[in-house]
């Protein structure tokens, strides 16, 4: 699966922002999705998972009632929503999808293909 992430920018402090994860490839359906985020100087750090066909989801604690992962497998896309961002949440932010079909992980091993990703900068 190819992936290209966007829908980075500038937003100030309780803002919001919705990420966007084109597939295209192997059959996207069929592989879970998941969102990470580097910071500059720190360890590429999971964000959120869901599985291949939308019925669960998964978050890190820091991100947990703020974010929101959905998928749209006839679009072949993927989504991250972002509401109340804080300082913290600055990154880059990554699209991947699980090495193995059907499956889902929360750490970066359990991932095989990477978008690019996209910058989010929040100002305080």
């Known amino acids: 699966v190819q992936l290209q992430a966007c829908g980075g920018g500038l937003v100030q402090a309780g803002g919001s922002l919705r990420l966007s994860c084109a597939a295209s490839?192997?059959?996207?359906?069929?592989?879970?999705m998941g969102w990470f985020r580097q910071a500059p100087g720190k360890e590429r750090e999971f964000v959120a998972v869901?599985?291949?066909?939308?019925?669960?989801?998964e978050y890190a604690d820091s991100v947990k009632g703020r974010f929101t992962i959905s998928r749209d497998n006839a679009k072949n896309m993927g989504y991250l929503q972002m509401n109340s961002l804080n300082p913290e949440d600055t990154a880059v932010y990554y699209c991947?999808?699980?090495?193995?079909?059907?499956?889902?992980?929360?750490?970066?091993?359990?991932?095989?293909?990477w978008g690019q990703g996209t910058l989010v900068t929040v100002s305080s």
């Open positions: 991947a999808t699980s090495r193995s079909p059907y499956k889902r992980g929360n750490v970066p091993g359990d991932f095989g293909s």
């Open positions: 490839g192997r059959t996207f359906s069929s592989y879970g």
């Open positions: 869901i599985s291949w066909r939308g019925g669960t989801t």
